[in-house]
């Protein structure tokens, strides 16, 4: 069976410092993968998605980037973090073609303090 | 920027009772989903609807789609304490290439009282 696999669970980060979270999913190939960020109290925020190593699509620019270096890994990363960065981060992926159901994993809580 | 929009954005009811969530789009879709999101937790699948079906049923919970509205609706019936969640509607767009990606609305806080 497929899992999704994101750590670490929470974070707390100074401000200017680097960030890097990482996703991982086991039990299927060329999934399509997703960052999404959710502010307290609202709604998903798609930041990137990728269909393929090395292809990464961005939906609102920010202080953030994401690598997919293998096909099931998923790596979201700043170099110098702002405090407008904290927030609930979530690593999903779904089928291929991306007309499945999306599977997420449990998330990161970062604070920038 | 977001798809959907669910309404309304709070809901309390009582225990037995029915839960109707409302979502509507922008553009076309491939499929609309519900998913699920408890307090601090990653989001749960609930059902998809394709764009080429119009009602679907799962356990307690009853999907609508209505294309021309471009709306949603997702009831659930009988509901119990453990209903309490936050429930979004998400829509899946295919894009060129036939790669696709999956928006979120705001989603609706529910809070089911014993």
């Known amino acids: 069976s497929q899992t999704i696999h994101q750590w670490p669970a929470t974070l707390v980060q100074p401000v200017g410092s680097p960030l890097s979270l990482e996703c991982t999913v086991e039990?299927?190939?060329?999934?399509?993968l997703y960052w999404y960020r959710q502010a307290a109290g609202r709604g998903l925020q798609l930041l990137f998605y990728?269909?393929?190593?090395?292809?990464i699509s961005s939906e609102v620019p920010q202080n953030l980037s994401a690598s997919r270096p293998q096909d099931r890994q998923f790596i979201l990363s700043s170099k110098k973090l702002l405090l407008s960065d904290s927030g609930f981060y979530l690593c999903a992926w779904s089928d291929r073609w991306g007309i499945y159901e999306a599977f997420f994993g449990q998330g990161t809580r970062l604070t920038v303090v | 920027s977001q798809q959907g929009e669910e309404d309304p954005q709070a809901l309390s009811i009582q225990e037995g009772e029915n839960a109707t969530m409302n979502c509507s789009y922008k553009?076309?879709?491939?499929?609309l989903q519900w998913y699920r999101q408890n307090s601090g937790r990653g989001l749960v699948h609930l059902i998809l609807i394709r764009s080429n079906e119009r009602e679907k049923h799962s356990g307690r919970l009853r999907v609508t789609l209505d294309t021309s509205k471009k709306s949603s609706s997702l009831l659930i019936t009988a509901s119990r304490a453990a209903d309490t969640a936050s429930y979004f509607c998400a829509t899946v767009t295919l894009n060129t290439g036939a790669n696709s990606k999956l928006t979120f609305g705001k989603g609706i806080t529910l809070s089911v009282r014993p």
């Open positions: 990728s269909v393929g190593i090395g292809q």
């Open positions: 553009t076309s879709i491939n499929n």
């Open positions: 039990g299927t190939s060329n999934p399509n």
